[in-house]
Nanobody
Framework: QVQLVESGGGLVQAGDSLRLSCAAS????????MGWFRQALGKEREFVAA???????TFADSVKGRFTISRGNVKNTVWLQMNRLKPEDTAVYYC????????????????WGQGTQVTVSS
């Protein structure tokens, strides 16, 4: 079955960087859109970034210019590089697979990881 395992979260200070990883198994990774979402305490899950099979990325306005997304189709891994982190970036970050076209809608994604906590202190 499809499995997604996130890693790389942690506690950092404002202005620091983190790199999240998501290792996928059980699917032909290179065929699918990979996305990152986040959910802060008491808030709804929100789109962060997504990358198509060809490597084209799309980003939420709140992270544009600070975050980048990349994928390694040989390693079946997608990365989220987060720079100039802010306290408002604090959330659980989830990796997800979209078997369709690239989208920012969470309900379009078919498989989800368990999440990794990112905490940014001021």
């Amino acid at each position: 079955q499809v499995q997604l395992v996130e890693s790389g979260g942690g506690l950092v200070q404002a202005g620091d960087s983190l790199r999240l990883s998501c290792a996928a198994s059980g699917l032909i990774f290179s065929n699918y859109v990979m996305g990152w979402f986040r959910q802060a305490l008491g808030k709804e899950r929100e789109f962060v970034a997504a990358i198509s099979w060809s490597g084209a990325g799309t980003f939420a306005d709140s992270v544009k210019g600070r975050f980048t997304i990349s994928r390694g189709n040989v390693k079946n891994t997608v990365w989220l590089q987060m720079n100039r982190l802010k306290p408002e970036d604090t959330a659980v970050y989830y990796c997800a697979v979209d078997l369709g076209v690239i989208t920012t809608r969470a309900n379009a994604y078919d498989y989800w990881g368990q999440g990794t906590q990112v905490t940014v202190s001021s």
